[in-house]
């Protein structure tokens, strides 16, 4: 490693200890339903257009915005996910509650239901940030996505979103085998609709995917994705597309800095909590149900918050498992908290050693 990137790799090191000892929470998922208009492949929730318990009411999620307007800062980001949120008949009232609050607010869609209109209300009622989902070209996204005409729809969002004053434009595309070879041409459609922000994911084995293996992506082709973001990543920059791999999966220092704006930290649990749609929660949305930690119906989210989150912060789990002899445990700390069960005495996926071997 280079003397710059050891430096700065020690000082990131003692940064993160602050952030997961002060564990400010910046940006809280708001899961306002398990409905889905789709069925994806790939989908780690296994979404269903009917859900699989009671979700919380509209008012219920007032009052829990006002819980958290009230106890933090004005920092605190909320993004409102499912499920697929555009199915709730009230996305736009509650993202208005969000803004005459003074708080912003963003979402996260598939975008089969957005048109002109009710995208129109949305940013009326506020909406500062999308996030669109977009798996390859149209065969490659239309077998994720389950449906033969999700690519024509999706185009159809880009260009709304595109044209919006929307400020913050985001797409994420999960890569496997049918959409590794498409990134190239992912990227310039995205410049022709005018997206600013691009992330890549890996498909992980988890909810329907587990039963898909077509969806499944290799070690070799993961290391062929992150080859291909640091060999493209500047270019697209310098073109106004800002593309990153996605915030999770742990990697040595050099390797990291050639994929993503900022280092990797898995900042569930420590930055970033979920509210999901049965009052459950959680660090992300797709942790593993093994780290729910509460239930906003029951019990004051700030006590859990700084009581029951140790798991996340300080993993001491971690001495049951694979990973703790491994060299690179001191700074990987396991990586993902998502590609855990904390029954698993190994994770999902290692970015730097083939488990599978």
Not at 319 to 342: A, F, M, R
């Amino acid at each position: 490693m280079k003397l710059t990137d050891r430096f700065r790799s020690s000082f990131y090191e003692k940064y993160k200890k602050i952030e997961i000892r002060e564990h400010n929470l910046l940006y809280l998922f708001l899961e306002i339903t398990k409905r889905c208009n789709m069925s994806c492949l790939h989908c780690g929730s296994d979404c269903k257009t009917v859900p699989d318990s009671p979700e919380l009411t509209t008012e219920s999620w007032f009052k829990i915005i006002d819980y958290f307007v009230a106890n933090y800062s004005k920092q605190l980001v909320f993004v409102i996910t499912g499920g697929e949120p555009t199915l709730h008949p009230d996305l736009a009232k509650i993202g208005a509650y969000i803004t005459s609050k003074n708080r912003r607010w963003g979402m996260v869609t598939n975008g089969m239901l957005l048109n002109q209109d009710k995208f129109a209300q949305l940013v009326k009622a506020g909406l500062y940030s999308i996030t669109l989902s977009l798996d390859g070209l149209e065969k490659a996204h239309n077998i994720l996505r389950n449906n033969p005409k999700a690519f024509q729809k999706v185009l159809e969002t880009l260009e709304i979103i595109g044209k919006s004053s929307v400020k913050f434009k985001d797409v994420v595309t999960c890569v496997y085998s049918e959409n590794l070879n498409d990134l190239d041409a992912l990227g310039e459609l995205l410049l022709h609709y005018n997206i600013n922000s691009w992330r890549l994911f890996r498909i992980f084995s988890i909810g329907r995917a587990a039963a898909n293996p077509q969806t499944k992506i290799s070690f070799e082709q993961t290391q062929t994705m992150l080859d291909w973001l640091a060999k493209n990543r500047p270019k697209y920059i310098r073109k106004g597309l800002s593309v990153n791999y996605s915030c999770e999966g742990w990697m040595p220092f050099d390797r990291d800095r050639t994929i993503r704006e900022q280092p990797f930290f898995c900042r569930a649990g420590v930055n970033i909590a979920s509210i999901l749609a049965d009052g459950n929660i959680t660090g992300c949305s797709n942790n593993h149900s093994d780290f729910y930690r509460g239930n906003i119906l029951t019990e004051d989210f700030a006590k859990v918050w700084n009581t029951n989150f140790d798991d996340f912060r300080h993993r001491n789990w971690l001495k049951n498992t694979v990973c703790i002899s491994c060299e690179h445990i001191e700074k990987c700390q396991g990586s993902s908290i998502h590609l855990w069960d904390l029954k698993s005495e190994r994770p999902s996926f290692c970015y730097v050693k083939n488990l599978d071997l």
